[in-house]
């Protein structure tokens, strides 16, 4: 909007506003996500952490507000389009294909990338790049071992994983991990903070999460939300001496207790 | 004009049968979420009863039509616990297979024991006739039905709205957990409410049946028309099933009126229309979709 | 592992083959029977494309049927009763009903997509039967003679060459399906069918993939409609009708759904059952049917075939 003539890269919300029926539940949201960042989004439940997440990867369209990808404005653009471009999301409540396994996940993830999804002959499991890559992938993640079994039986961390390897899989410029470590038990979140860090450092990642631990483990910058509009945005050690965060976390406890 | 008020008056009680049969489907599929293609047997157990007890029995309209109904909810009871209950977590075509073998197995027994034929029910004289309103002349019939299908909907409506059994019951069909959570005993609602649409279905195949003729295929023969209904309305709402049946009663009325050609073709036509535009029905307050 | 089970289903695919094969010696009274039975499992198959991989629940699948059915009827009677030609008229004939009755069906979802393929079903099947000048109505499309295959076999009267005839086509679009279903496309359909929003976010413009599969299952659905026309040298209303469509749902899910092999045993076992039970008592076949289908849902809600291989993604 002020001239900005050289196309930064990365992705920008400006002024994100979104409304159902009375109730506002996003307000002038601006983000910016460089090739690079580790941004965080926390905030109490409620928040509109979820909201926040589909206007940015296209699921909901917002009432007012752009969103731009180095430069061009994509607002219009619909998630699958979105993806195209390369702005991936994992799911909170894991949203895999029951009967496929890992390996066959991974797959399908290439292929669609590769623009291969319309081909209507020739086996799916054997075109060699393809494979080679999900190999890959899946090494990268620990998965190999686990590769060729139904993702339904596996436990809930490396289904986790696979979400992450889907994301890889599509190599994305701008990835949002949704509540990533979201229901695992303690026992197994080290697999998917390790999984987090191995991620590609020119990949500009945005974590919606509550876990606070894995929060300032991961974070470079830390963004909070509530009832729909920024509070404040800063480093995780500014974010933490933040009276008014403090306020929010604590108050919310005493107020439970 | 006359053929509006003809019109009107058909379509109107037509509709008021619709409703009748159909707005205890509505409400179990949106409470249940259950994909029930064997609504309409209930329908044909409460005709066949009453055609069975008058006819064979010599049993009084009235008492027959009462006994019909409980007859019905007696049947109803034990198919919710034994066979409803079990396919609740299924899926939709899980469900839908299920029902269907239901009816399979409700027609071949009605076939055993009344044949194919259609069954006409006798109804007493005062029903019979016609009645000269002003401005055209009325089947009693017709008056009879469209009063029925008010006092349900009426009493319905006070059900719903004023008795507990009905704010628990609105509770349910909006958020089934957070109903059972504040202790209402959810499954003992369903029950409730399966037989309450059982018993309404009963009495709707019944006054309907001049309208729409008992015989053993009935469930099959009116299972798209009712399923039409519920869905245009709207699962779960009595308010949508009850405008749904109307407009779709007096629409498919005026189109034989009008285009007898066309038939059906346009009833069907004007329901997927709605349904293209709005999914979950006209005041769908839980869709499947 | 993969390549023992792929050596396996070809001994399999031979073995359906040669027992199709064999039936036309063994029971040549049943020929007609026989003929039905290959027109079925041709249409389960078209269905198992869009319900089983693709997962779009259709209860009025039959349209493609009914319309490539009367499609190649009345190409027979107007214009040339060469069976080849009769069969690409019955594929394009579904093909387009589906692409046109898709576009508007796949706008919807779960009991909502039921209900408009249950309508739309129910549309042609009137149109059909006011129409009747042109389709018979009530009566039936009838004065269908073929000409001889291929410029050589006749269709004879006790069904023989309609019989291997069928066997030829049936066998030939299943080798097709084989090679078809093992495709990225059909790969990324089932991954709609398990989850849609995903493959959205894999960037997958679900709706296009699904009317794409749709039209390519009326294709196939077609040729079953064209196929029955011309071996019963008739068409009845029937071919519209939501017996038809739900049979044909019954049969798939019996079989197992998502499994071509699913639908042959789905649909043989079926039509099997149907002919014994209405040969004893044709009023009792409904009870049977409807035991059946209960006792399977609950037995084995993935099909038969599931009892015997586990529940799969695909075969």
């Not at chain 2, 049947?75 to 066979?83: D, R, T």
């Not at chain 3, 004879?156 to 060459?161: E, L, N, Q, V, W």
């Amino acid at each position: 909007m002020t001239g900005q003539t050289a196309a930064t890269p990365g992705l920008r919300a400006i002024g994100l506003n979104k409304a159902f029926g009375g109730l506002t539940v996003a307000s002038n949201i601006n983000v910016d996500i460089r090739p690079g960042d580790r941004l965080a989004l926390i905030g109490p439940n409620g928040a509109g952490k979820t909201t926040f997440a589909g206007l940015v990867t296209g699921v909901l369209a917002p009432n007012s507000g752009r969103v731009l990808l180095d430069g061009v404005d994509i607002t219009g653009l619909t998630q699958p389009q979105r993806v195209k471009a390369g702005i991936v999301r994992t799911f909170q409540i894991t949203t895999l294909l029951n009967t496929f396994t890992p390996r066959e996940h991974v797959r399908l993830a290439i292929i669609e990338r590769r623009n291969m999804g319309w081909r209507m002959f020739g086996n799916a499991a054997h075109f060699t790049d393809v494979e080679q890559e999900a190999d890959h992938i899946l090494r990268q993640l620990k998965l190999h071992g686990d590769a060729d079994l139904v993702t339904d039986i596996l436990p809930y961390g490396k289904q986790r994983l696979v979400e992450i390897a889907l994301a890889l899989a599509l190599k994305p410029r701008i990835l949002l991990l949704d509540e990533p470590a979201a229901g695992v038990p303690a026992s197994e979140s080290k697999i998917i903070i390790d999984a987090i860090r191995s991620l590609p450092n020119d990949l500009g990642i945005l974590m919606i999460e509550h876990d606070m631990d894995l929060v300032f483990r991961f974070a470079s910058r830390i963004m909070v939300l509530v009832a729909g509009s920024i509070l404040t945005e800063g480093t995780p050690s500014e974010i933490a001496s933040d009276s008014r965060v403090r306020e929010l976390y604590l108050g919310n406890a005493q107020r439970e207790h | 004009m006359r053929l509006a008020l003809s019109i009107a008056i058909d379509g109107i009680a037509y509709g008021m049968i619709l409703f009748m049969i159909s707005v205890g489907l509505s409400v179990t599929m949106g409470l249940m979420r259950i994909v029930n293609l064997a609504h309409g047997v209930f329908s044909m157990i409460g005709a066949f009863t009453v055609y069975w007890l008058m006819f064979r029995w010599g049993v009084r309209f009235e008492l027959a039509v009462l006994l019909g109904i409980a007859f019905t909810v007696v049947v109803a009871h034990p198919l919710n616990v034994m066979f409803f209950r079990r396919i609740y977590g299924m899926g939709d075509l899980e469900q839908v297979l299920l029902t269907i073998g239901l009816v399979f197995i409700a027609i071949a027994a009605a076939t055993v024991v009344f044949g194919t034929e259609m069954r006409s029910l006798q109804l007493p004289g005062y029903l019979q006739g016609s009645v000269d309103v002003g401005v055209r002349i009325v089947p009693v019939h017709r008056i009879a039905v469209i009063v029925s299908g008010l006092l349900v909907a009426v009493l319905l409506w006070f059900a719903v709205e004023r008795t507990r059994f009905g704010i628990h019951l609105r509770a349910a069909v909006d958020k089934e957990s957070a109903a059972s959570a504040l202790g209402i005993n959810t499954s003992g609602v369903y029950a409730k409410a399966f037989l309450l649409g059982a018993a309404l279905a009963a009495f709707g195949g019944i006054m309907g049946a001049e309208l729409m003729p008992v015989e053993a295929n009935y469930p099959l023969r009116y299972l798209v028309l009712v399923l039409l209904v519920v869905a245009v309305g709207g699962m779960g709402s009595i308010v949508g099933t009850f405008c749904s049946a109307l407009l779709l009663g007096i629409i498919d009325t005026a189109g034989r009126y009008f285009v007898p050609e066309l038939g059906t073709i346009l009833f069907y036509l004007v329901t997927m229309l709605i349904l293209a535009f709005r999914p979950d029905g006209l005041f769908g307050l839980r869709g499947k979709s | 592992m993969l390549s023992n089970t792929r050596k396996f289903s070809w001994v399999v695919d031979l073995l359906l083959l040669a027992a199709a094969i064999s039936v036309y010696f063994i029971f040549p009274e049943s020929l007609g029977l026989g003929t039905r039975i290959l027109v079925m499992v041709l249409f389960v198959l078209s269905l198992d494309l869009a319900l089983g991989y693709a997962g779009i629940p259709t209860l009025g699948h039959a349209i493609v049927f009914g319309v490539g059915a009367y499609a190649a009827g009345l190409f027979a009677v107007h214009v040339t009763s060469e069976p080849l030609a009769g069969l690409m008229v019955g594929a394009v004939a579904g093909a387009t009903i589906a692409l046109i009755s898709g576009l508007l069906l796949l706008r919807t979802n779960h009991l909502t997509l039921v209900m408009i393929s249950v309508a739309m079903a129910q549309i042609a099947f009137e149109i059909a039967n006011q129409a009747s000048a042109v389709t018979g109505g009530v009566d039936g499309l009838g004065g269908i003679e073929m000409q001889p295959l291929l410029g050589l076999f006749e269709f004879d009267f006790y069904g023989k060459t309609a019989y291997l005839y069928s066997v030829a086509v049936v066998a030939l679009l299943f080798l097709v399906m084989r090679f078809f279903v093992t495709s990225p496309f059909v790969l990324s359909c089932q991954g709609i069918r398990e989850q849609r929003e995903r493959m959205e976010a894999l960037g997958v413009r679900v709706y296009w993939r699904l009317v794409a599969m749709y039209t390519i299952s009326g294709v196939i659905g077609g040729i079953a409609g064209a196929l029955n026309a011309q071996t019963t040298q008739y068409v009845s209303l029937e071919v519209l009708g939501f017996t038809l469509s739900a049979e044909a749902v019954v049969m798939l899910i019996l079989g197992g759904v998502g499994r071509l092999y699913g639908a042959i045993l789905g649909t043989v076992i079926f039509m099997m059952v149907h002919h014994v039970a209405s040969g004893i008592d044709p009023a009792n076949w409904l009870f049977v049917i409807g035991a059946m289908i209960i006792v399977v849902v609950f037995v084995a809600p993935k099909g038969v075939l599931s009892l015997f291989f586990g529940p799969g993604k695909s075969a």
